[in-house]
């Protein structure tokens, strides 16, 4: 069992990871929604919810397998092909233990984003299935399309993954649509897009046919903040209403992530890495560039940062999103709207997180011709999409869709 201490440490980084990392590879936030208050890190498992239903035997070889591996990795019993992942107990950690234990039994890389719409055993034998060929891939993740509020659209931060939203997705409700926006780079073969414009011209483009024309609700945490605004730019100059546009501290200016990106490769290895307990930069100046992913390795597979068949070529690829992602926003200069938006911010300053030296608005108080509404919650940048913290910022989302009549 791992104490609440140690608990708080991997939540924090596993945050800190999905905002830079690829979406079939890397960790997401640790959502302790069951056990946030415990000693241990014991989950909750809805069997309610599983008495309340038809049993559904597992027919398929192919599901017999998966279901397998699930009562490996969750240490429960799992006997129905209408079984959820989540309502067994999983949550992000073991989301990603099991992306690669999918990968090794199967061949195949099932893309994190589509726990969400396949969070079951047959679902997700399905989804295996069709991914034996590599034409299934889309950026628009459709998480909840039968609610009857406007929809909104949630814009993947700087490592591309939108893992982040799933609880956020849950705390709003089965009424609330919600649409997801992963990136391309995240699959072989994808090409990374040098700027926010060309990223977003892309996302608009798939959109099309796969969201609601309109009216729409944009959102996006950190980097994701920058697409959502310029999302909401184009959208409405194409005529589409923008009923709300909400940014998780997101800043307008280059110059906080320029500074990181100007640093020596140690201090910069340093400071993404600085949760992992790894040390200050002289831990990796004596280390040649190889060792020094190996160390990152070594730290972040045995704390769970990392799925277990992580490798150096894989790291490197983290490493070139987020700088590819990162540089894309020190070139963005974000163009006025017509329009208000919804700004939350953490109370904690976090040394990962940029910030603007006596600017709460982080550089955002110009743009919206009608006004900024800046909202404060508890935690910090990383923490701010997960429990317990999250109550907070879903309340604030719910709050300001109300009040946009969205």
């Known amino acids: 069992r791992l104490g609440p201490g140690t608990l708080n440490r991997l939540r924090h980084w596993l945050v800190k990871l999905e905002a830079m990392a690829p979406s079939h590879r890397t960790q997401v936030p640790y959502q302790e929604k069951d056990c946030k208050d415990s000693e241990s890190a014991t989950v909750v498992v809805d069997t309610a919810a599983k008495q309340r239903r038809t049993h559904r035997p597992l027919t398929t070889e192919p599901q017999r397998r998966l279901a397998l591996l699930w009562q490996t990795i969750l240490d429960v019993p799992v006997e129905d092909a209408d079984d959820d992942f989540f309502l067994l107990g999983g949550h992000s950690v073991l989301a990603v233990r099991l992306v690669a234990a999918v990968e090794t039994a199967f061949g195949v890389r099932l893309p994190l984003s589509e726990l969400f719409t396949a969070s079951t055993v047959a679902r997700m034998a399905e989804r295996i299935e069709a991914h034996s060929h590599a034409g299934d891939w ?109 940014l998780f501290d997101s800043i307008a200016a280059p110059d906080a992530m320029r500074d990181l990106l100007r640093k020596d490769e140690t201090d910069y290895l340093a400071a993404l890495f600085d949760e992992m307990g790894l040390g200050d930069a002289e831990a990796f100046r004596c280390l040649t560039p190889e060792q020094r992913l190996d160390m990152i390795l070594a730290h972040g597979k045995g704390g769970h940062f990392f799925p277990d068949n992580m490798k150096r070529q894989d790291m490197r690829r983290l490493l070139t999103l987020f700088q590819n992602n990162a540089l894309a926003a020190v070139r963005y200069r974000p163009p ?13 300053p976090s040394r990962q997180a940029p910030s603007i030296p006596g600017d ?25 999409l997960t429990q317990p913290y999250l109550d907070q910022l879903a309340a604030h989302v719910r709050a300001w869709l109300d009040e946009a009549g969205a």
Request: overall charge neutral.
């Open 138 to 246: 889309h950026p628009v993740v459709a998480v909840n399309a039968a609610g009857a509020r406007t929809p909104l659209i949630c814009f993947h931060p700087v490592g591309g993954n939108i893992l982040c939203y799933r609880e956020m997705a849950d705390l709003l409700g089965p009424d609330q649509p919600v649409y997801m926006i992963q990136s391309y780079g995240l699959e072989d073969n994808q090409p990374l897009h040098a700027t926010v414009e060309a990223m977003v011209s892309g996302y608009l483009a798939a959109m099309k046919g796969a969201v609601p024309d309109g009216p729409l609700a944009l959102a996006g945490w950190s980097f994701g903040g920058l697409l959502a605004w310029e999302a909401a730019c184009r959208l409405q100059q194409a005529g589409t209403e923008i009923k709300a546009l909400i």
């Open 336 to 348: 006025p709207l017509d329009g208000r938006m919804l700004l939350i911010r953490p109370r904690l």
């Open 360 to 384: 709460e608005y982080s550089g955002w108080r110009s743009l919206p011709r009608r006004g900024v509404d800046l909202r404060w919650i508890d935690g910090t940048h990383g923490h701010m």
